[in-house]
Nanobody, 115 residues
Framework: QVQLVESGGGLVETGGSLRLSCAAS????????MYWVRQAPGKGLEWVSS????????SYLASVKGRFIIARDNARNTLYLQMDSLKAEDTAVYYC????????RGQGTQVTVSS
């Protein structure tokens, strides 16, 4: 059974940093692309970042490029998202998922950036 458990969210001030983690189980983690998506209040799911199975390939939403870094530790079956220079518009529930559309995502972790 696939399970994705996100953690690391919280309340930070504009310009602050957070590191999100996602513990994965129930599938062959190191053979799968992994994704972070988010959902801001009153809006739909938005893709944020992707990472290849080896970690060598990454891509980012334009608005987070240069501020967020996606990474993975295949030995620990864990996905990360380092978020720096946070802005109020980054406020959302963040999910790790098995596809770009948010399929198979976990329960999410709330990130709130106060302005």
């Amino acid at each position: 059974q696939v399970q994705l458990v996100e953690s690391g969210g919280g309340l930070v001030e504009t310009g602050g940093s957070l590191r999100l983690s996602c513990a994965a189980s129930g599938f062959t983690f190191d053979r799968n692309w992994m994704y972070w998506v988010r959902q801001a209040p009153g809006k739909g799911l938005e893709w944020v970042s992707s990472i290849s199975p080896s970690g060598s390939g990454t891509s980012y939403l334009a608005s987070v490029k240069g501020r967020f870094i996606i990474a993975r530790d295949n030995a620990r079956n864990t996905l990360y998202l380092q978020m720096d220079s946070l802005k109020a518009e980054d406020t959302a529930v963040y999910y790790c998922s098995q596809n770009r559309m948010g399929g198979g995502r976990g329960q999410g972790t709330q990130v709130t950036v106060s302005s």
